[in-house]
């Protein structure tokens, strides 16, 4: 069975300050990464997503994510945060193969949350 | 092109009625998720359906919990004699194809209160 852990359920941040969020996944078979944001009282948007090749992505507003096979993570970096980002945000996981349904697997959601 | 609908946002129900949440795929979509996000816990897949097919539902509680996506009209997740454990933000996402390399579009939930 596939898992997802986000290690650190809140992370407060000053403005203009670098920010990771950590993710790490569990999983016997191959997965795509994602991550994705929510703002209060809405859906989740995607941020990015890594299926396969250079293992740095580069998604909307600015954040990152970076693909480790041997340490099992996806995490999420940003460098220079704003006060907008402040929001959840959730790793997920979906694994490839004839019996893919494409359903997603998440985490359990980082708050962020940016200070003036 | 407008994206996931899903209707109503805000439903509170008193336990022992029947909830309905209707979501609404982006055109051209043929493939719905169903999510659920309990208070304090990340989203868990519950069903995953294509046009009059249910693919995956291992996700649904195995009683009053239903769901379908008939060939015309929105899909429907169908909570029979709700409970106070019921309470959460419901989530639909639709998808062009199902290979998990494409992104799914999530609208923007419905909350149900059960009282």
């Known amino acids: 069975a596939q898992s997802v852990t986000q290690l650190d359920s809140q992370v407060p941040v000053f403005e203009e300050a670098p920010v990771e969020l950590r993710c790490n996944y569990s999983?016997?078979?191959?997965?795509?990464l994602f991550w994705y944001v929510q703002y209060p009282n809405q859906g989740l948007q995607l941020l990015l997503k890594?299926?396969?090749?250079?293992?740095l992505v580069k998604g909307i507003n600015g954040f990152e994510a970076e693909f480790n096979k041997s340490q099992t993570s996806f995490h999420l970096r940003k460098p220079s945060v704003h006060i907008s980002d402040t929001a959840e945000y959730f790793c997920a996981v979906i694994t490839y193969g004839s019996s893919n349904t494409g359903k997603l697997i998440f985490g359990q959601g980082t708050t962020l949350q940016v200070k003036p | 092109n407008a994206g996931v609908m899903q209707n109503p946002r805000h439903l509170v129900r008193r336990r022992g009625q029947e909830a309905r949440l209707r979501c609404s795929p982006m055109?051209?979509?043929?493939?719905v998720y169903w999510y659920r996000q309990l208070p304090e816990e990340g989203l868990k897949f519950m069903v995953y359906l294509q046009k009059e097919n249910i693919i995956d539902e291992s996700g649904m509680p195995k009683e009053r919990f239903s769901a379908e996506f008939p060939k015309e009209g929105p899909s429907i997740l169908r909570i029979q004699q709700v409970v106070r454990g019921d309470s959460a933000a419901y989530f639909c996402a639709s998808s062009p194809v199902r290979d998990g390399r494409s992104e799914q579009y999530f609208g923007p939930g419905t909350r149900l209160t059960v009282t």
């Open positions: 999983s016997s078979v191959s997965v795509y």
């Open positions: 890594y299926l396969s090749g250079s293992t």
């Open positions: 055109k051209g979509h043929s493939h």
